[in-house]
């Protein structure tokens, strides 16, 4: 084996070691380790595997009398361990290679950025290293000052006297109540549960907050408890010194249930991908019906819209961008944990592949929800620095020096040429501390009872824990963590096990969630709840560990109580820890901590100064710290005053002052055309005569304008501005036509049915023979005016009327046209036969947040330009995307592809606009001919939202026609609360190459199960597609 020396090393030294070494023979490292494996210590600490067949394979060949079958299995687990270290080295070359290449695309798009901003840097620009986490935080000295007396937080409630606000906050997985929470049941119901609910209580008991709802899944099946099904449960608060001054018929906090998904199952958080449109569209209706409520209550008949909508996790950041910017109202974000981080630890333990990583983490789906909420959110809030430093900077959506040059040039008042960076701000997650009162007794002598107060009777779960041990008096090690690989709970047991002083002075308690059954455990929590047992076993900790099947919510204070009584340590050994509320929790209640040194536990320790950090990985450094608390009094009496002390540093009082400070810092925005004055009733009744006037004079009605005209697109918004000016004194003139369609405008109104039919393509033949089988299909219906028709397309409506006239088909026929890909709204008019259509104004301030302008146009030109074919013959033919002018409008850039072939995939479009911190939505279309580029919180699917929220367009009425394939933009037409029919044959199908591409597969997202999609027949009829109607329950058959 020349050139493999190591093996021979290797081999020798487990040869030499042997089975049974004593303690005078050990080395150094075996009297610091007790009993060594050379193998373990190899693979765990070389190459960095815990590869447990290794380990099997080394027992067999010790208990392998022939010689001859021992070395050959030596000889061949040599040879694996030589593989391992083989492919250790390719996934270290391709994580190098990854990082080096995400540090060429930053650095070159900080660079086009900082060009494109002609302004000259001033020392505030230039900033510090990355590593300065005032470049991409809130320095100390920006940081609000904490409240440190009554008369401070007295003060600061004054000020907050007089509003009333709306919040709203989304957490879509796990099983949410507010009382008895089942943490620990499943991975998905966590810390992140709790951390919801007592922050919606929380916000609500403060001063100028007037109801937070907390959105979630409602699960209605036999699997969960019947209060999961509950559509509504009011947070009580916990003590009634909390309750707001004023209470109103609708005021505090509420659990709001949202019915979405499969309604007999309750399913893990990575299948839910493909129903967070169904959620968004019942989260609409939610809170339009309840703004309306809240209007009647406190804003004089004009509806109360949220103040903000705040996103946790990526599945409800995703949800809360798609609402915020349907109800145009800012958005926070709180991520938890990312996807991205979560990537970066599976590909560098190389146990799979991306694409297997993929398959069971539906992981792309959540990096791209993740880069979304980037786009969308003013604020994203953080619970340490370290998930700022070494989480978020993996985004394209989030570069720290950049960020700080663009806040440089707001403070200076400079031009930021259209880029946007949403603001990170660290806000650690509170705690009630009320209703704690730590622990001053001990096992041997009780201190709280007394004559007059006799000691009250031990909890339940005490004798619970105890009957584990032989010596209960012992102080008591506690851990709080569901069985999971990434909370290193088998490294602490070993160290508990192989350090003989620790175990003679403390005993270990493990509350590792509820159970009834280990094979009814998921197959991970199994397993690793098996491992932790066989070492209790290996060990022989028999009397020494506890580990008890089940507890309450509500019994958790009381296992801190016992742990304190005991003089004991709690310990958070995790890989990694966000942030570690336990750790708080534990402080409150007296208790020393141990926690890992990675993560949030770093800015805790640096607050309450109560414990120890370890590293993680290291078994000795967690045994020494232990023992060293476990065994030093006068440490340990120090470390609980520090953090019982520091402990109202992390108040929810605390969280929630600078959480609403922040909120208050948002430029307020909610839909454009709402009015504040004190005309008519908004909200009157739909066939009131003064309501369709004004409805008419908000869109413009009379608004007239040449299609054909060349500057049509660039003078349009000002036409419609200076006509809304004189409105009111032509409202006689505007006033004509039929008296039904004066009573309603749009017709959309009145109708019983709403058909979008969104089939893309480039043959303009094959879109008006599917429209023609779609009118015949429901002719009658049609005449009957129940069923109204809405054309989505990517064309811009110069070429939308253009086709038609061609086709001789009536502009009319169709209610509305949504166009250049959701970027422009306008509406059918009778009231012009030249100029049939009217423009929605409203929409355009309804998606403009965050829309780049010039500066995105010329950055998009440079794009480009740059792609070139080097293998054209003439310099005429190598640009493979050139500028389309003609069809660009004020809100939609479009470019035209050449050489379809050549184009880079939008996902590397997306990333490249993300990079340079420009906030867009790029759609290829036209099967790959066209790229529209528009506001990033506007598409096709999200204006269909918008009709419902301007006029009351029941999505659940609403029938989408697509084909099997579309343009990039697709896939907001698959899931929510309306009907989808899809054409077989149509669009291209599996093959489209804009979807060959993506960043994740189109059925992550794809609601295969839902009975709101219908496919209809290879070249269907219009009789084919009635059935399909139908059975979908829209029209008899």
Request: with cysteine; proline share 5%.
């Given at each position: 084996?020349?050139?493999?020396?190591?093996?021979?090393s290797?081999?020798?030294?487990?040869?030499?070691?042997?089975?049974?070494?004593?303690?005078?023979?050990?080395?150094?490292?075996?009297?610091?380790?007790?009993?060594?494996?050379p193998?373990?210590y190899?693979?765990?600490?070389?190459?960095?595997?815990?590869?447990?067949?290794?380990?099997?394979?080394?027992?067999?060949?010790?208990?392998?009398?022939?010689?001859?079958?021992?070395?050959?299995?030596?000889?061949?687990?040599?040879?694996?361990?030589?593989?391992?270290?083989?492919?250790?080295?390719q996934?270290?070359?391709?994580?190098?290679?990854?990082?080096?290449?995400?540090?060429?695309?930053?650095?070159?798009?900080?660079?086009?950025?900082?060009?494109?901003?002609?302004?000259?840097?001033?020392?505030?620009?230039?900033?510090?290293p990355?590593?300065?986490?005032?470049?991409?935080?809130?320095?100390?000295?920006?940081?609000?000052?904490?409240?440190?007396?009554?008369?401070?937080?007295?003060?600061?409630a004054?000020?907050?006297?007089g509003?009333?606000?709306?919040?709203?906050?989304?957490?879509?997985?796990?099983?949410?109540?507010?009382?008895?929470?089942?943490?620990?049941?499943?991975?998905?119901?966590?810390?992140?549960?709790?951390?919801?609910?007592?922050?919606?209580?929380a916000?609500?008991?403060?001063?100028?907050?007037?109801?937070?709802?907390l959105?979630?899944?409602?699960?209605a099946?036999?699997?969960?408890?019947?209060?999961?099904?509950?559509?509504t449960?009011?947070?009580?608060?916990?003590?009634?010194?909390?309750?707001?001054?004023?209470?109103?018929?609708?005021s505090?906090?509420?659990?709001?249930?949202?019915p979405?998904?499969?309604?007999?199952?309750?399913?893990?958080?990575?299948?839910?991908?493909?129903?967070?449109?169904?959620?968004?569209d019942?989260?609409?209706?939610?809170?339009?019906q309840?703004?309306?409520?809240?209007?009647?209550?406190?804003?004089?008949?004009h509806?109360?819209?949220p103040?903000a909508?705040h996103?946790h996790?990526?599945?409800?950041g995703d949800?809360?961008a798609?609402?915020?910017?349907?109800?145009?109202?800012p958005?926070?974000?709180?991520?938890?944990?990312?996807?991205?981080?979560?990537?970066e630890?599976?590909?560098?333990?190389?146990?799979?592949?991306?694409?297997?990583?993929?398959?069971t983490?539906?992981?792309?789906?959540?990096?791209?929800?993740?880069?979304?909420?980037?786009?969308?959110?003013?604020?994203?809030?953080?619970?340490?620095?370290?998930?700022?430093?070494?989480?978020?900077?993996?985004?394209?959506?989030f570069?720290?020096?950049?960020?700080?040059?663009?806040?440089?040039r707001?403070?200076?008042?400079?031009?930021?040429?259209?880029?946007?960076?949403?603001?990170?701000?660290?806000?650690?997650p509170?705690?009630?501390?009320?209703?704690?009162?730590p622990?001053?007794?001990?096992?041997?002598?009780?201190?709280?009872?007394?004559?007059?107060h006799?000691?009250?009777?031990?909890?339940?779960?005490?004798?619970?824990?105890m009957?584990?041990?032989?010596?209960?008096?012992?102080?008591?090690?506690?851990?709080?963590?569901?069985?999971?690989?990434?909370?290193n709970?088998?490294?602490?047991?070993?160290?508990?096990?192989?350090?003989?002083?620790?175990r003679e002075?403390?005993?270990?308690?493990?509350?590792m969630?509820?159970?009834?059954?280990i094979?009814?455990?998921?197959?991970?929590s199994?397993?690793?709840?098996?491992?932790?047992?066989k070492?209790?076993?290996?060990?022989?900790?028999?009397?020494?560990?506890?580990?008890?099947k089940?507890?309450?919510q509500?019994?958790?204070?009381?296992?801190?109580?016992?742990?304190?009584?005991?003089?004991?340590?709690?310990?958070?050994?995790a890989?990694?820890?966000?942030?570690?509320?336990?750790?708080?929790?534990?402080?409150?209640?007296?208790?020393?901590?141990?926690?890992?040194?990675?993560?949030?536990?770093?800015?805790?320790?640096?607050?309450?100064?109560?414990?120890?950090?370890?590293?993680?990985?290291?078994?000795?450094s967690?045994?020494?710290?232990?023992l060293?608390?476990?065994?030093?009094?006068?440490?340990?009496?120090k470390?609980?005053?520090?953090?019982?002390?520091?402990?109202?540093?992390?108040?929810?009082?605390?969280?929630?002052?600078?959480?609403?400070?922040?909120?208050?810092?948002?430029?307020?925005?909610?839909?454009?055309?709402?009015?504040?004055?004190?005309?008519?009733?908004?909200?009157?009744?739909?066939d009131?005569?003064?309501?369709?006037?004004?409805d008419?004079?908000?869109?413009s009605?009379?608004?007239?304008?040449?299609?054909?005209?060349?500057?049509?697109?660039?003078?349009?918004?000002?036409?419609?501005?200076?006509?809304?000016k004189?409105?009111?004194?032509?409202?006689?003139?505007?006033?004509?036509?039929?008296?039904?369609?004066?009573?309603?405008?749009?017709?959309?109104?009145r109708?019983?049915?709403?058909?979008?039919?969104?089939?893309?393509?480039?043959?303009?033949?094959?879109?008006?023979?599917?429209?023609?089988?779609?009118?015949?299909?429901?002719?009658?219906?049609?005449s009957?005016?129940?069923?109204?028709?809405?054309?989505?397309?990517?064309?811009?409506?110069?070429?939308?009327?253009?086709?038609?006239?061609?086709?001789?088909?009536?502009?009319?026929v169709?209610?509305?046209?949504?166009?250049?890909?959701?970027?422009d709204?306008?509406?059918s008019?009778?009231?012009?036969?030249?100029?049939?259509?009217?423009?929605?104004?409203?929409?355009?301030?309804?998606i403009e947040?965050?829309?780049?302008?010039?500066?995105?146009?010329?950055?998009?030109?440079?794009?480009?330009?740059?792609i070139?074919?080097?293998k054209?013959e003439?310099?005429?033919?190598?640009?493979?995307?050139?500028e389309?002018?003609?069809?660009?409008?004020?809100?939609?850039?479009?470019?035209?592809?050449?050489?379809?072939?050549?184009?880079?995939?939008?996902?590397?479009?997306?990333?490249?606009?993300?990079?340079?911190?420009?906030?867009?939505?790029?759609?290829?279309?036209q099967?790959?001919?066209?790229?529209?580029?528009?506001?990033?919180?506007?598409?096709?699917?999200?204006?269909?939202?918008?009709?419902?929220?301007?006029?009351?367009?029941?999505?659940s009425?609403?029938?989408?026609?697509?084909?099997?394939?579309?343009?990039?933009?697709?896939?907001?037409?698959?899931?929510?609360?309306?009907?989808?029919?899809?054409?077989?044959?149509?669009?291209?199908?599996a093959?489209?190459?804009?979807?060959?591409?993506?960043?994740?597969?189109?059925?992550?997202?794809?609601?295969?199960?839902?009975?709101?999609?219908?496919?209809?027949?290879?070249?269907?009829?219009?009789?084919?597609?009635?059935?399909?109607?139908?059975?979908?329950?829209?029209?008899?058959?």
């Open positions: 084996m020349a050139g493999n020396d190591w093996i021979n290797y081999l020798e030294a487990i040869l030499d070691v042997g089975p049974g070494l004593d303690d005078a023979k050990s080395s150094l490292l075996l009297r610091e380790r007790g009993r060594f494996s193998t373990r190899f693979v765990d600490n070389v190459i960095g595997f815990d590869e447990t067949d290794l380990h099997r394979s080394w027992v067999k060949a010790q208990a392998t009398r022939s010689p001859q079958e021992r070395n050959t299995r030596l000889e061949n687990m040599c040879w694996r361990i030589w593989n391992l270290a083989r492919q250790k080295k996934l270290e070359n391709e994580e190098a290679s990854r990082e080096a290449k995400r540090r060429m695309e930053r650095e070159k798009g900080r660079r086009l950025a900082v060009a494109d901003m002609s302004e000259d840097l001033s020392e505030g620009e230039k900033g510090e990355v590593s300065d986490v005032s470049a991409h935080g809130d320095s100390h000295k920006g940081r609000l000052p904490r409240m440190s007396s009554i008369d401070a937080m007295e003060a600061w004054n000020q907050q006297k509003k009333k606000l709306y919040i709203v906050l989304i957490s879509l997985h796990g099983l949410i109540r507010g009382e008895n929470m089942e943490l620990g049941r499943d991975s998905d119901t966590g810390g992140q549960v709790k951390y919801v609910v007592e922050l919606a209580r916000l609500a008991s403060m001063p100028g907050v007037y109801r937070v709802d959105l979630t899944r409602q699960v099946c036999p699997e969960v408890d019947w209060s999961y099904g509950e559509p449960e009011m947070l009580s608060p916990h003590n009634s010194d909390a309750m707001p001054d004023e209470v109103g018929e609708s505090g906090a509420y659990i709001i249930r949202i979405f998904g499969p309604k007999d199952k309750y399913i893990p958080k990575e299948l839910l991908w493909p129903h967070i449109p169904e959620f968004v019942g989260a609409l209706s939610h809170i339009i309840m703004s309306k409520v809240l209007g009647e209550q406190l804003g004089g008949g509806p109360v819209w103040v909508i996103g996790y990526a599945d409800a949800s809360a798609r609402l915020s910017g349907a109800l145009n109202v958005m926070l974000f709180t991520g938890h944990s990312l996807g991205r981080d979560k990537l630890q599976l590909l560098r333990q190389g146990r799979l592949t991306k694409d297997e990583i993929n398959a983490y539906k992981i792309m789906r959540r990096i791209e929800a993740e880069e979304l909420s980037l786009d969308s959110s003013e604020v994203v809030i953080t619970s340490t620095r370290q998930e700022i430093d070494e989480q978020w900077r993996l985004y394209d959506g570069d720290p020096v950049l960020e700080k040059k663009l806040r440089a707001i403070r200076r008042n400079v031009s930021c040429y259209g880029r946007f960076m949403p603001r990170m701000v660290v806000i650690p509170g705690m009630e501390f009320n209703h704690i009162v622990h001053d007794g001990d096992m041997d002598g009780e201190t709280e009872g007394g004559e007059d006799p000691p009250t009777p031990d909890p339940p779960i005490w004798a619970e824990i009957r584990f041990f032989t010596n209960p008096r012992k102080p008591m090690i506690l851990a709080l963590a569901r069985p999971d690989p990434k909370k709970l088998t490294t602490l047991v070993k160290a508990c096990g192989e350090c003989r002083p620790l002075l403390a005993n270990l308690t493990l509350i969630g509820n159970r009834d059954n094979d009814e455990m998921s197959s991970t199994a397993s690793m709840l098996l491992s932790i047992i070492l209790i076993d290996k060990y022989d900790l028999y009397g020494q560990v506890a580990y008890p089940h507890h309450k509500s019994e958790v204070p009381d296992i801190y109580r016992l742990a304190a009584k005991t003089k004991g340590v709690f310990i958070n050994p890989f990694i820890e966000p942030f570690g509320l336990t750790l708080i929790e534990a402080a409150a209640h007296g208790l020393p901590m141990v926690a890992t040194k990675n993560g949030g536990p770093v800015d805790i320790h640096r607050v309450l100064d109560n414990g120890l950090l370890i590293d993680p990985h290291d078994q000795q967690i045994a020494d710290a232990l060293k608390l476990v065994a030093d009094k006068q440490l340990w009496a470390c609980r005053a520090n953090g019982l002390r520091n402990i109202h540093l992390f108040s929810w009082t605390e969280h929630c002052k600078t959480y609403l400070s922040r909120i208050a810092g948002c430029k307020p925005r909610h839909p454009g055309w709402l009015k504040n004055d004190d005309d008519d009733d908004e909200n009157s009744e739909s009131s005569p003064n309501d369709s006037l004004r008419m004079q908000d869109i009605l009379n608004l007239k304008f040449s299609i054909g005209s060349e500057d049509q697109t660039n003078k349009l918004e000002n036409a419609v501005s200076s006509y809304s004189n409105a009111g004194k032509n409202t006689h003139k505007t006033v004509s036509g039929d008296k039904n369609e004066q009573l309603k405008f749009p017709a959309i109104r109708r019983t049915h709403v058909f979008v039919i969104a089939i893309d393509g480039d043959d303009i033949e094959t879109l008006f023979e599917n429209i023609e089988k779609i009118f015949k299909s429901v002719e009658d219906e049609k009957e005016g129940s069923i109204g028709f809405i054309l989505a397309t990517s064309l811009q409506m110069a070429q939308i009327h253009s086709l038609l006239v061609s086709k001789s088909v009536n502009p009319s169709f209610d509305a046209y949504i166009c250049n890909s959701g970027a709204l306008y509406y008019s009778s009231h012009s036969e030249d100029n049939p259509f009217v423009f929605d104004l409203y929409y355009h301030s309804h947040y965050r829309w780049g302008g010039e500066g995105l146009r010329k950055t998009l030109v440079k794009w480009a330009s740059s070139i074919d080097k054209a003439n310099k005429n033919e190598e640009h493979v995307v050139t389309d002018e003609e069809v660009s409008t004020n809100y939609c850039y479009a470019f035209n592809i050449n050489k379809p072939g050549l184009v880079p995939p939008v996902k590397e479009l997306r990333k490249l606009m993300r990079i340079q911190a420009l906030r867009c939505h790029a759609i290829y279309c099967n790959g001919k066209k790229i529209n580029v528009i506001p990033v919180s506007a598409s096709r699917s999200q204006a269909l939202r918008y009709l419902y929220l301007r006029w009351g367009m029941d999505l009425k609403v029938v989408v026609f697509v084909g099997e394939s579309g343009d990039t933009d697709y896939e907001g037409f698959l899931g929510g609360v309306h009907k989808s029919v899809i054409l077989k044959g149509v669009g291209g199908g093959t489209n190459p804009l979807h060959a591409n993506r960043v994740y597969p189109l059925s992550d997202v794809t609601p295969t199960e839902s009975t709101n999609i219908i496919h209809t027949p290879e070249e269907c009829s219009a009789a084919d597609i009635r059935a399909s109607l139908g059975k979908l329950g829209v029209l008899k058959a």
